[in-house]
Structures are given as structure tokens and as C-alpha cells.
């Protein structure tokens, strides 16, 4: 299966050069399991859309959610095989303007939807969990945006880099006071006692469709949560951690690099098993 995609409804490969996603990263994107044909959770990723690009001045039609449903059907009857899963990814951007920051209201969004392969997994990192390393890149504190996934990914992009060993499945960071935000590509949560924990993600990161339904299913199920801001060093104390993303589900990690020949290590527990369990009946994993 090669990816396919629609801009505005129609097979197109490119964008003008004018797009303010490219030239300026105003926009926003999504990305979806898909199980067969079916999106995953997908209302929750639609409403997220929707209240993130109003937090971003970008005004969506009220016909979006029947838009991107129509560019889905579109996709899925494109291919000549439907795989068991696959991953939809849509992009939302303010359109195409002139040179400068400012944009005219008449100037219309431009919406790109791509259907791509899933992921292959052979050592099955759901199962027998994952290595991290912390990054020296840190997210800068940008309250205006914290939670939003928006175009400007240049901060994950500097983190991913630092490592290209195998060794190594996700990196951890920091914001700009050294206080954990999430990794590279997903959200992060550790056990203690029962409690499970998460970073506060007011001032930079992304709130996750995955880490909003374990905040509540945390919630639907009486799991003690708590929602801070933490120092790396909490993690030394931690019984279990985990990583997620929509498309991951659920990732335990078993060690990780913080510091220079600082390794730790945690079991995979029976937390982090509940979760994936309570998160594969609906479809993620």
C-alpha cells in the first residue's frame, strides 16, 4: 500500500508555495488509527480539531466533520486493498496569503488528508516494552499554544535527532525550567503506589486523544491521578512507565538513559496492563 492524499477534496501531491502552513506553520494536524476501515476515536480527534484551530484563528466551515468524512471514504475507496489497519492524517492549514504575517479573512483553509501505511512493529514494543533516553532539547514554555497540535514541530524534530541508535525507541523532555513535558511523539505517565502520574501541559506539549482517555479512565475507575509539574528525578522512584499515542496505543518502557551512565529500569505492571486492556476494547493498541 502506497499513502494517498487529498487537498481540498481532490488527488493532488503538492501545496502552493504560498501556504501559511508552509511558510509560516499556522495550521494543525490529527493523526488516526485506523482498525479495517474504521477511525478511532475518531468524534474525540474531530472535536480536537475543532477546538484547536479556533485557539489557532483558523476558522473551520460547519460542514468540516462531513468534509473529512467524505476525503476518508474518498481515501479508503482509492485503494485496492484494505488493510487490517492503517493511519489517517489530516492537515489543516490558514490557506495561502502573501508575503508577511498578516492574512486576509477571505483567504479560504486548505485541508490535506493522506492515508498512510501502519507502522510495522516486529519486536513488539506493546508487549515487551521500550528504552527512552531524555533529550537535551527543551519545549519552551508557550502557554498561547501548550496542548495544541500545530505545525511548528521544530522542537520534536531537534529532540528525535539526537539519537539515531536502535537502542533507543522515544526520547523524554523537558520544558525550558527542566520540568518533564512528554516524548518526542507522545505523551508520558508513571505509577507509584497506585497513583498514576502525568505532566501538566498548560504551558507547552500535546495533550494526546490517548493521554485524555487515560486521564479518564483514570477517573472512570477510581485510579488515584495526578497532574503536575515533575522533576526527572521522580521517575527514579516510579514502579512502572509508559508512553502513548494514538497510533502506539500504549508503549511500556523497561529503562532508560537520563543522565550521562545514568540508567534506570522498571517492571511492566499490572497498571500498565489494565490500561492497554481497558484502551484495546476500544480499539487502541
Known sequence: MTYSVLINGQSEQSVPVTDRGLAYGHGLFETIALNQSTPVAWQAHLARLRTDAERLAISLSADIDQLLE???TELLRLQSVILDRSVLKITITRGCGGRGYSVDDSVSINRIVQLNPFPDYPDKPSEKGISLRLCATRLAIAPQLAGIKHLNRLEQVLARAEWQSSDFREGVVLDAEGFLAEGTMSNLFWCKNGTLYTPELDRCGVNGIVRQRII????????????????????VSADEVIVCNSVIGVWPVVSA?????????????????????????????
Open 70 to 72: 467524505q476525503d476518508l
Open 216 to 235: 479518564a479512565i483514570a477517573e472512570e475507575q477510581g485510579i488515584k491521578l495526578s497532574i503536575g509539574r515533575y522533576k526527572p528525578d521522580c521517575l
Open 257 to 285: 538513559v537520563m543522565h550521562e551512565n545514568n540508567r534506570l529500569s522498571w517492571s511492566i505492571g499490572s497498571m500498565t496492563r489494565k490500561l492497554q486492556s481497558m484502551l484495546a476494547a476500544e480499539g487502541i493498541y
